[in-house]
C-alpha cells in the first residue's frame, strides 16, 4: 500500500494547493491512501464541514486535526457523522468525535502531545489501549502525532516501533529531515511540514506575526498570501505484515 501523508495545511493558499497537486500525485506514484491534517484549513485556525469537503472532493481520503479542531463551532457536529474527518484520540472521555479512522485495509488514529500543548490525556497509554481493546485491526496502522515538541515526537515513534506501519509528526509546520524506517518497522518522521503560503512565518501574514513579537499583544494571524507550496511524505507498507518497506519526501511549489 502507498500512503501520502500531507502535512498541515493552511487555509485557501492550502486547499488550492491540495486541489492542484493530489490527483496528479496519485495517479504519478499509484497511491492508496491520502492522509492530511486539516485543522488549519478554515481561515488558518480550524476546519468546516465546507472546507473540509473541499479536501475530500480533491482526493483526500482522511483528514486528521489536532488542537484547533473545536474552533470553529459548526464543526462539532461533523464530528459525529459519518465523514472521515478524525480528531485526537487522546482527548478526555465524553467529547464529540473520534480519534480513528478505519476500513478493512487501514487505520489511520490521530494523537496530540502534551508538551508545550494544552493538557490532554497521555498520548503513549491512549494508543497502548486502542491496540488493546480493538477486537480486529487490519495490519497498516497509521499514526498523525499532532505535537510541538521533537523529543515527544521521537519517543512515540520509539515507542510505538514494530506496533504501527507509521509515525508522522505534525504541528509544527517545518518539515524535518530525519525520515526513516525504524528498527522494527515503523516509518518515521518528526514532522512531515506545511502545506501553505511559501512567503510566510508557518503560513501566518509575515507583518502580523513580527508586530506580535516586537509588541507582545494580540493581534489578528491571518494566513498569508501568494504562491504556496505541498509538503508531503510517500509511505509504502506491506500490506501483510503491516511494516514499512519506504518513507521519502514528496515537495510541490504553486507557479
Not at 518528526?190 to 511559501?198: A, E, L, R, W, Y
Not at 501566518?204 to 494580540?218: C, E, G, K, N, Y
Amino acid at each position: 500500500m502507498l500512503i501520502l501523508a500531507i502535512g498541515d495545511v493552511i487555509g485557501k493558499p492550502g486547499r488550492v494547493t491540495i486541489e492542484k497537486f493530489v490527483p496528479g500525485l496519485r495517479e504519478e506514484y499509484g497511491i492508496d491512501l491520502v492522509i492530511a491534517n486539516a485543522e488549519n484549513i478554515a481561515g488558518g485556525i480550524g476546519v468546516t464541514p465546507d472546507t473540509a469537503q473541499e479536501l475530500l472532493d480533491a482526493g483526500v481520503d482522511v483528514l486528521t486535526s489536532g488542537n484547533h479542531i473545536w474552533a470553529q463551532k459548526e464543526i462539532v457536529p461533523f464530528l459525529d457523522g459519518d465523514e472521515p474527518l478524525v480528531r485526537p484520540l487522546n482527548y478526555p472521555p465524553g467529547v464529540p468525535g473520534r480519534g480513528y479512522w478505519q476500513t478493512e485495509r487501514f487505520m489511520v488514529v490521530n494523537l496530540i502531545g502534551r508538551t508545550f500543548m494544552t493538557p490532554v490525556d497521555c498520548p503513549f497509554r491512549a494508543m497502548d489501549r486502542l491496540l488493546e481493546e480493538l477486537k480486529t485491526k487490519p495490519p497498516v496502522i497509521i499514526v498523525d502525532f499532532h505535537a510541538e515538541a521533537t523529543s515527544e515526537k521521537v519517543a512515540l515513534g520509539r515507542y510505538l516501533d514494530g506496533r504501527v506501519s507509521a509515525v508522522l509528526g505534525t504541528q509544527t509546520h517545518v518539515g524535518t529531515i530525519d525520515s526513516c524506517i525504524l528498527p522494527k518497522g515503523t516509518a518515521y518522521v518528526t514532522d512531515v511540514g506545511m502545506t501553505g503560503p511559501v512567503d510566510s512565518v508557518i503560513g501566518v501574514d509575515v507583518d502580523s506575526v513580527i508586530r506580535r513579537f516586537l509588541t507582545a499583544l494580540p493581534n489578528r494571524l491571518d494566513p498569508a498570501r501568494g504562491h504556496a507550496c505541498l509538503n508531503a511524505i510517500v509511505v509504502e507498507v506491506n500490506e501483510s505484515t503491516g511494516r514499512a518497506v519506504s518513507i521519502s519526501r514528496v515537495s510541490r511549489v504553486m507557479e
